[in-house]
């Protein structure tokens, strides 16, 4: 039986790890962390926490990691075991380098979250930074190219909507993407996954700590104050999550 290849595709600062656990809490499925950011920090050059050894822990090359997406499965996993390879991406791993004409393979998804809150606390950490650090325009561009391809848009899975109702989201996305519903997808044992990236330290603790999707008690959106000099960069964000927005599940 062929393995079902789904790549989630989401920017910074959002429930991206938390549904790779939820995969990878099913009996049938393997699950891949971030397989392009050793090529996003080589090709960029940025500097972040234990980068020289994220670089180390995968191939950096972008044409390579899409070849072993498409036709293999993580080296722990079983192909008679796992039918569902789950792959989570970031967005702003896409660089205009790559030709991303190896997503026709897979089946291609897509999580988004209001961009103010994701601006607003990704300014914690980087005071400076561009759009296309939060994979906004890329996220779109690869959403129109799949959504060409079909003749109809790919599943979108909201946040705040996954956190409201965590099974009737994820029930409808499995149906989407034609794979049973597994309640283990709802509830997971707390710690640590040998499928972490050697990132996980220094960004993964809240989720180690977590069982399940829980409820969060946010900063009303109007409340929630854009840092100096990102209103423009937030009004082009909104634009494109309100577009995807439309096709949330």
Not at 87 to 98: F, V
Not at 188 to 196: F, L
Request: include cysteine; charge should be negative; hydrophobic fraction near 45%.
């Amino acid at each position: 039986m062929s393995v079902q290849r789904i790549a989630m595709w989401s920017g910074p600062r959002n429930i991206s790890t938390a549904l790779m656990r939820a995969f990878e809490n099913r009996e049938d499925c393997a699950v891949v962390d971030e397989p392009f950011y050793g090529y996003y920090l080589k090709s960029t050059g940025l500097e972040h926490p234990d980068g020289a050894a994220v670089m180390a822990s995968m191939s950096c090359d972008w044409r390579e990691v899409a070849r072993q997406l498409c036709e293999e499965l993580p080296a722990t996993a079983d192909a008679a075991t796992y039918l569902v390879f789950y792959q989570k991406h970031m967005t702003q791993h896409i660089l205009p380098a790559m030709d991303m004409g190896w997503t026709d393979r897979l089946q291609n998804c897509f999580l988004i979250r209001e961009p103010r809150r994701i601006i607003a606390s990704y300014a914690k950490v980087r005071p400076q930074f561009a759009i296309e650090e939060l994979g906004f325009p890329q996220q779109w561009a690869l959403f129109q190219r799949v959504a060409d391809r079909l003749g109809e848009a790919p599943p979108v899975i909201d946040s705040a909507r996954t956190l409201g109702d965590p099974e009737g989201v994820l029930r409808a996305l499995c149906i989407r993407v034609g794979i049973a519903f597994s309640a283990r997808m709802l509830h997971w044992p707390a710690g640590r996954r040998a499928s972490d990236g050697v990132w996980a330290p220094h960004w993964y603790a809240a989720v180690e700590r977590s069982t399940g999707f829980e409820p969060v008690n946010e900063v009303p959106l109007e409340a929630l104050p854009v840092p100096p000099g990102c209103e423009g960069m937030c009004e082009e964000a909104e634009a494109i999550y309100d577009r995807l927005l439309d096709h949330a599940l």
